[in-house]
C-alpha cells in the first residue's frame, strides 16, 4: 500500500484533486481509498448512530446499501494508516489535508518541504496532467518505511531514503528490508521495526510452535496473528 496525501489552503481544489487522481488510478487498475481530515461531524445529531455514540459505544457500525464505521475517538493519521485492516489491503490511499504528515504529497498551493512530489493549480489541469500526476505517484510514492536504518540502500537512514523517493532518485522496491517484511511486531499499536534476522527467529520458532496444535487443513499458511496481552495496558 502507499499513501499519497493532498494538500493545500481552503477553497485551492484539494477534494476536487483527490477525485481526479482516485478516478485515474482506479482506471489503472488499483484498489483505492481516501481519508479526509475534517472538523465536521458527520454523524449528525439526532440520528440513531447518533444515539448509539452518545450512549458510549466505542464503535457504531451502519449497515445498508453501504456500511459505514464511526469509531468513537480521536485518532491520529499513524493509528487510522497502520490499524484499520482494510486500509492495508489497498494499493493506494490518498489522504487529504494532513499536512504535517511525511508522506509524499501534491500541493494545490505552494509548498516545497521534503515531502512535495509537485505543486499544481487544480482549475488550469488537462487531461493529461492527470495523467502524469498518475505516474508520478506511482513511481514517487511509498507506504509504511521500515526504519530500521539498515543502510543498504545508499542512504543512511529509511527517511533519507523517503524523501529520496519522492525527488525520482528511487524507488520503494530498491528497500533492501521490504522483502523481510514477512514479520511484524506491535507494542501498544505502535509498529517495531524487526532486522531480519530477528523476523527469522520469530518466524520459525512461533511456526514450529504451531505446527504441534490442531489447525484447519491449510495449517499456517497465510497470515498469523497472535496477540500477547502482558497485563493492563
Ligand atoms: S534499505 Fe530500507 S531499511 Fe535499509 S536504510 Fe534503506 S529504506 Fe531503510
Given at each position: 500500500?502507499k499513501?499519497?496525501?493532498i494538500?493545500?489552503?481552503?477553497?485551492?481544489?484539494?477534494?476536487?484533486?483527490?477525485?481526479?487522481?482516485?478516478?485515474?488510478?482506479?482506471?489503472?487498475?488499483?484498489?483505492?481509498?481516501?481519508?479526509?481530515?475534517?472538523h465536521?461531524?458527520?454523524?449528525?445529531?439526532?440520528?440513531?448512530t447518533w444515539?448509539?455514540?452518545?450512549?458510549g459505544?466505542?464503535?457504531?457500525?451502519g449497515?445498508?446499501?453501504?456500511?459505514?464505521?464511526?469509531?468513537?475517538?480521536?485518532?491520529?493519521?499513524?493509528?487510522?494508516?497502520?490499524?484499520?485492516?482494510?486500509?492495508?489491503?489497498?494499493?493506494?490511499?490518498?489522504?487529504?489535508?494532513?499536512?504535517?504528515?511525511?508522506?509524499?504529497?501534491?500541493?494545490?498551493?505552494?509548498?516545497?518541504?521534503?515531502?512535495?512530489?509537485?505543486?499544481?493549480?487544480?482549475?488550469?489541469?488537462?487531461?493529461?496532467?492527470?495523467?502524469?500526476?498518475?505516474?508520478?505517484?506511482?513511481?514517487?510514492t511509498?507506504?509504511?518505511?521500515?526504519?530500521?536504518?539498515?543502510?543498504?540502500?545508499?542512504?543512511n537512514?529509511?527517511?533519507?531514503?523517503?524523501?529520496?523517493?519522492?525527488?525520482?532518485?528511487?524507488?520503494?522496491?530498491?528497500?533492501?528490508?521490504?522483502?523481510?517484511?514477512?514479520?511484524?511486531?506491535?507494542?501498544?499499536?505502535?509498529?517495531?521495526?524487526l532486522?531480519?534476522?530477528?523476523?527469522?527467529?520469530?518466524?520459525?520458532g512461533?511456526?514450529?510452535?504451531?505446527?504441534t496444535?490442531?489447525?484447519?487443513?491449510?495449517?499456517?499458511?497465510?497470515?498469523?496473528?497472535?496477540?500477547?496481552?502482558?497485563g493492563?495496558?
Amino acid at each position: 500500500m502507499k499513501i499519497l496525501g493532498i494538500v493545500g489552503t481552503q477553497n485551492t481544489g484539494k477534494t476536487t484533486l483527490v477525485a481526479l487522481i482516485a478516478s485515474e488510478l482506479v482506471k489503472r487498475g488499483y484498489n483505492v481509498g481516501t481519508i479526509k481530515h475534517t472538523h465536521h461531524d458527520f454523524d449528525l445529531e439526532g440520528k440513531d448512530t447518533w444515539k448509539h455514540r452518545q450512549a458510549g459505544a466505542k464503535l457504531v457500525v451502519g449497515s445498508g446499501e453501504r456500511t459505514f464505521f464511526l469509531i468513537n475517538e480521536r485518532m491520529d493519521l499513524d493509528k487510522i494508516l497502520k490499524n484499520i485492516k482494510f486500509i492495508k489491503d489497498l494499493d493506494y490511499i490518498i489522504v487529504e489535508g494532513f499536512k504535517f504528515a511525511s508522506y509524499p504529497k501534491i500541493s494545490t498551493t505552494e509548498a516545497n518541504d521534503d515531502y512535495t512530489i509537485k505543486n499544481v493549480d487544480v482549475f488550469n489541469l488537462k487531461d493529461e496532467d492527470i495523467s502524469s500526476l498518475a505516474d508520478l505517484v506511482e513511481k514517487r510514492t511509498y507506504g509504511f518505511i521500515s526504519n530500521t536504518d539498515c543502510g543498504n540502500c545508499g542512504y543512511n537512514t529509511c527517511m533519507e531514503m523517503a524523501k529520496g523517493i519522492v525527488k525520482g532518485e528511487i524507488s520503494e522496491e530498491e528497500c533492501k528490508m521490504k522483502k523481510f517484511d514477512e514479520v511484524e511486531l506491535f507494542i501498544q499499536d505502535k509498529n517495531i521495526p524487526l532486522n531480519p534476522f530477528v523476523q527469522d527467529i520469530l518466524k520459525k520458532g512461533i511456526l514450529g510452535m504451531l505446527k504441534t496444535l490442531k489447525t484447519d487443513e491449510k495449517g499456517t499458511q497465510g497470515k498469523v496473528e497472535l496477540l500477547i496481552r502482558n497485563g493492563p495496558e
